[in-house]
């Protein structure tokens, strides 16, 4: 069984790498997890625990964000997020996870090659990015990676770009734990105890983040993010 201290260290990793990139906690988190806990259990923990780290991403880089995208995003995320939430437990995870990771490759391939080619910046870019983001948070607890593909066709500043998905994560994470709440799914009482330990833990790793950001020239930022996004992609693919 993990105990405390590992599931702390791991989380000091995860919000490191999760603030840099604008996503990735849960993506670490929850293959981890799911060797030690029930999968609903860790995708639970994680989305207390991710929650956090997106209000910090709030905090931390509050001078920059574009309330136009939170709204555009947070629309439809909020309702994918519910429904994906809603029908989590019995899904067959397998098979759509690997569509994701392919499609997150493909995609981190483009950005790497070829920096001119992106997703349009349009408001039904805004609205998928967000219904798909949100459908996948809710259904397995990782969503940061695609509302990322997305949101990086708007070309943010690097401290716009991490508020934003931040403010984003809030909504949808806030939803979907009020689903799995409301549909009876609960921790064990010593998880909820290395709460206490977990999130001063996830506010350390970003601001460790926050100092590595300071530090990425804004040309080489989208590199960044597409270096996390195929990274991300392997993952689910190989090992969903």
């Known amino acids: 069984m993990i105990d405390i201290l590992g599931i702390a260290v791991l989380t000091l990793i995860a919000a490191t790498v999760g603030t840099v990139s604008g996503f990735g906690t849960s ?5 981890v997890l799911a060797l030690f806990l029930p999968p609903a259990q860790a995708i639970f923990l994680v989305a207390v ?6 209000v910090w991403k ?7 964000f574009d309330l136009h995208l939170i709204g555009l995003f947070g629309l439809t995320g909020l309702v994918a997020s519910y429904l994906g939430a809603t029908i989590s437990l019995g899904a067959s995870e397998s098979i759509l996870l690997r569509l994701l990771g392919v499609f997150l490759v493909v995609y981190a391939i483009f950005l790497l090659l ?10 039904f870019t805004a609205l998928s990015g967000g219904a798909l983001s949100g459908f996948f948070a809710g259904l397995f607890g ?3 990676a695609i509302r990322s593909l997305f949101l990086t066709a708007f070309d943010l500043p690097k401290a716009v770009y991490i508020a934003t998905i931040g403010a984003i994560g809030v909504m949808v994470d806030s939803t979907r ?12 009482s010593h998880w909820l105890w290395g709460l206490l330990v977990f999130v001063p833990v996830s506010f350390l790793g970003a601001k460790i983040g926050k100092r590595l950001v300071d530090r990425i020239p804004q040309s080489f930022f989208r590199r960044v993010v597409a270096v996390f996004l195929i990274t991300a992609g392997l993952k689910l693919l190989l090992f969903p």
């Open 27 to 31: 993506t670490i988190m929850i293959p």
């Open 49 to 54: 625990i991710h929650w956090f780290g997106d």
């Open 58 to 64: 709030v905090g931390l880089f509050r001078e920059g």
């Open 114 to 123: 070829e920096t001119r080619f992106k997703v349009p910046a349009s408001g």
């Open 142 to 144: 990782i969503g940061g």
């Open 177 to 188: 734990i009020i689903t799995y709440v409301a549909g009876g799914l609960r921790l064990p």
